[in-house]
């Protein structure tokens, strides 16, 4: 199967570089900052294809690293030659199998729309392997199509979908971090190319106690209260 997956992604590379950058690269290198990314991060990207993310990513890291994995030989070499003037990024082929950087973690792991091309029984063992290569502090970004609306398209207009794009069952993406020291922190159904609800992401942190809390400041809470009252935006 890796290899059937290889072959399709070889040749969809020339695909990606007419499509260039869209709104949903930028969206999700948006809501990755939103999360929580800082300029000194080291980033782990899976699934990069020719790098259309990767290169935003670093563009948000000069003081960091971005390295960026694909299971296509010729999107990585599409991607490295593309790329080339970044000195903080770098691409490596990897079906992530056997990825081993042993005793390197990473402070933030971006899943860019590849989570529905990977079989979910490769899953767990995927994740196992993020976690082995984070620490305390390590955030994962799972972007991918919203099940719903991926379910309409395999009816409707599978023409247009990969070698494989399955929906995504929340309970068990979510059941697969935790299993591996991760909490869902934040998730987010929300529209990019339609008006329905086409895409979904995920924020997931290492799990460990809260040591302390702190309160919002008390006009916060009433400016919040009466802007609810109200009906206004917060």
């Known amino acids: 199967m890796s290899e059937k997956v290889a072959k399709f992604y070889d040749e969809f590379a020339d695909l990606q570089l007419q499509i260039g950058v869209n709104s949903r690269h930028l969206s999700i290198v948006k809501k990755v900052l939103d999360a929580g990314l800082k300029p000194d991060h080291r980033v782990l990207e899976v699934g990069c294809g020719i790098g259309t993310v990767s290169h935003l990513l670093a ?18 070499r599409q991607a490295a030659l593309l790329w080339a ?14 990825f081993d950087k042993k ?26 392997k993020i976690k082995r290569h984070s620490h305390q502090d390590t955030m994962v970004f799972i972007h991918i199509p919203a099940p ?17 794009d399955q929906p995504l069952d929340t309970a068990k993406l979510v059941g697969d971090l935790a299993a591996n020291g991760f909490y869902l922190d934040k998730m987010e159904t929300y529209s990019v190319f339609y008006e329905e609800k086409d895409y979904q992401y995920f924020v997931f942190k290492r ?8 309160h919002k400041p008390k006009w916060q809470i009433l400016k919040e209260r009466l802007w609810n009252k109200l009906g206004l935006p917060n």
């Open 103 to 128: 005793g390197q973690t990473f402070d933030t792991v971006v899943f860019p729309d590849v989570l529905e091309h990977i079989p979910v029984e490769d899953h767990a063992p995927l994740f196992e």
């Open 59 to 76: 563009k948000k890291v000069p003081k960091g690293s971005v390295l960026a994995v694909d299971i296509s030989p010729e999107s990585i």
């Open 207 to 214: 799990q460990r106690p809260i040591e302390k809390v702190t």
């Open 85 to 98: 003037s970044f000195s903080n990024l770098r691409f490596e082929t990897s079906d992530m199998k056997d």
């Open 148 to 164: 719903r609306f991926l379910e309409w398209m395999i009816a409707n207009e599978a023409e247009k979908l990969q070698v494989i």
